[in-house]
């Protein structure tokens, strides 16, 4: 089974430090793993994807995300936090037929 | 940018009126999905399809329904709205075969029963 687990409901960083959003997956396979944002009243947007090509995955706006197959754990990073990155975070794994399974989310706060 | 669209954006509707919530995708996929997202963020599946014909429920239990006549369209309809209905509404569609691939997700519907 697939299962993915967000470590914390709401991080707060200020602006310019960085980010870490912490996700820790379970599969009984190697997983495909996902980072989605998603902004006030908006859809979800990916922000990168791990697809076992590489386990350094970078992703659109400064985001990036490492595989550790031994800790089973895919966490989100930037270096720099900027205002625009305020928004909700899901950790997502699918299974071989296309099942997404989500994280319960992430609210990031950037303090100016 | 996805090719998924959902109308309405947002809904006001009186209790006891039937709804059908609309989504549409341009790229071919198989796969569609509906998720219902309560303000504490959490996504929970209540339904979704692996193609035309086909409709299967998620893991949360609702009381909508769900159609797929095409393969691009993939509607969502309560017969008596209540406001425990009340909820944003995800559609979102992927390639069903294709290994490491992502969904793609409309921008959501905002539906209020009062």
């Known amino acids: 089974a697939q299962s993915v687990t967000q470590l914390d409901s709401h991080v707060s960083v200020s602006e310019g430090t960085p980010v870490l959003l912490r996700c820790n997956y379970s599969?009984?396979?190697?997983?495909?793993l996902f980072w989605y944002v998603q902004h006030p009243n908006k859809g979800l947007q990916l922000l990168l994807k791990?697809?076992?090509?590489?386990?350094l995955v970078k992703g659109i706006n400064g985001f990036e995300a490492e595989f550790k197959k031994s800790e089973t754990s895919f966490h989100l990073t930037k270096p720099s936090a900027h205002m625009s990155d305020a928004a909700e975070y899901f950790c997502?794994?699918?299974?071989?037929?296309?099942?997404?399974?989500f994280g319960t989310g992430t609210s990031l706060t950037v303090i100016p | 940018e996805a090719d998924i669209y959902q109308t309405p954006r947002y809904l006001v509707i009186g209790t006891g009126k039937k709804i059908t919530l609309e989504c549409s995708q341009t790229?071919?996929?198989?796969?569609m999905y509906w998720y219902q997202q309560d303000p504490g963020m959490e996504l929970h599946l209540i339904h979704y399809?692996?193609?035309?014909?086909?409709?299967e429920k998620g893991d949360l239990s609702s009381e909508s329904t769900v159609s797929r006549i095409r393969t691009e369209h993939f509607p969502l309809t309560l017969e008596s709205a209540r406001p425990s209905h009340t909820s944003q509404y995800l559609c979102?569609?992927?390639?069903?075969?294709?290994?490491?691939?992502?969904?793609?997700f409309g921008q959501g519907t905002r539906l209020t029963v009062v």
């Open positions: 979102a569609s992927s390639e069903l075969d294709r290994r490491n691939t992502e969904a793609f």
């Open positions: 599969s009984s396979y190697s997983p495909s």
């Open positions: 791990y697809t076992s090509a590489a386990t």
């Open positions: 997502v794994v699918s299974d071989l037929r296309n099942q997404f399974y």
């Open positions: 790229m071919g996929h198989d796969k």
């Open positions: 399809s692996y193609g035309v014909n086909s409709t």
